[in-house]
């Protein structure tokens, strides 16, 4: 039984003639014949009766016509949607915080110059959870800080990034022009959820050199983490790209790490089975030619050393 059959059935039952149905579908009489013969084989109902050489639709046969014309509006809807949705130029597009505060919005704005019909979603979330929606399919494709453990996803490092600490002016950090990794297990720290990208890499730092520090916050909103740092004597350690405002206002002051453990990588991240349509590659195209990376040009910096 398919769609095809009862297109035929309803015709035939509308008109009361099988060359009404031919005529419409462009097919031989024979083969309308044929076709609602096989639906009352397929049933085991008789449903229309040949009297006369004209055609009577039985009960039974007015019963199928009244689900027929139901199944067939709800397919034409169905069809009509689809037809309707493959015109929309639509991406889900997921961000991991750091990336969603300070980056994704030149991206956007690019995209919308190229074509304002591409309609972006953007989900902002942390790595972890961003990794979970890629692999139930909940967005189409993502820009991540963080590292991907998924096998079944593909990663593609576009663009530069760094972390910095960074403090008050009032710290006590800010009047050194070195501070020693020692130093760190003094100072009070605001921290990134579990699941952050930036926290995994900190966290990776301070294992290797047998690091513990004193964690008085732990919050997921950038705006929150700079304003810790401002008000209540903390210490960070975020990416530039954040504080790129208050680092050229001279209202937070940050240290570099001499050594090149915080760099890293936003990604571009997709499923292998992902089949990615043109939106999504100009996305990638776009984050790619965002990669400049010269917040810290002519700013007086801090540096982190190991101990001697």
Known sequence: MTIRHLKIFITVAETGKMSAAASKFYISQPAVSQAIKEMENYYGLLLFERVSKKLYITESGKKLLKYAKRVISEFDA??????AEKQIKRIKIGVTITVGTNFISDVIDKINKYDPEIE???YMNNTKNIEEM???????IAV????????????IPEVDDFLVL????SHTFANKDIIKYSELEDAYFVMREKGSGTRELFENFMEKNNLKIKTSWEVNCPSAIKN?????????????RILEKEIKEGSLYVIKNSSNEWKRDFSVVYHKNKRLNKSAKKLIEIVKSNSEMNILDNIKTGKLIPDK
């Open 78 to 83: 169905l069809e009509e949607e689809m037809i």
């Open 120 to 122: 972006t979603v953007i």
């Open 134 to 140: 890629l692999l139930s399919s909940e967005i189409d």
């Open 144 to 155: 991540v800080e963080g590292n991907i453990k998924n096998k079944d996803l593909i990663v």
């Open 166 to 169: 960074a403090c008050s002016p």
């Open 228 to 240: 810790i740092i401002l008000r209540n004597n903390c210490v960070a350690v975020v990416s530039a």
